[in-house]
Nanobody, 126 residues
């Protein structure tokens, strides 16, 4: 059984960098054809896909907030990390990590993932 667990600070100040880590257990992030995504849900809004890091290590980001987004991984720990720079209060959301066995490219709204983390609340406030 694959499990994903998000971790990181719950409060970030404006203009700082948000950093969250997803720890995967019960599976390896290098297993062929799996994609490991970050998704967020701002208050009162729908799910927003941020980007993924693939089993190969390649990355793909949503156009927004692409210029501020970086996803990396530590294969020795089966962890992948989201960094979102220059945050504003509009980045306040519940952040999720998730897995799918799909293809390269954009993940549209309603895309199906087979495993999700429980989510972690991140608030951007001074």
């Amino acid at each position: 059984q694959v499990q994903l667990q998000e971790s990181g600070p719950g409060l970030v100040k404006p203009s700082q960098t948000l950093s969250l880590t997803c720890t995967v257990s019960g599976g390896s992030i290098t297993t062929n054809y799996y994609y490991w995504s970050w998704i967020r849900q701002p208050p009162g809004k729908g799910l927003e896909w941020i980007g993924y890091i693939a089993y190969s290590g390649s990355t793909y980001y949503s156009p927004s907030p692409k210029s501020r987004t970086s996803i990396s991984r530590d294969t020795s720990k089966d962890q992948f990390t989201l960094q979102l720079s220059s945050v504003t209060p509009e980045d306040t959301a519940v952040y999720y990590c998730a897995r799918d066995r799909g293809t390269t490219g954009w993940r549209p709204p309603g895309y199906e993932y087979d495993y999700w983390g429980q989510g972690t609340q991140v608030t951007v406030s001074s």
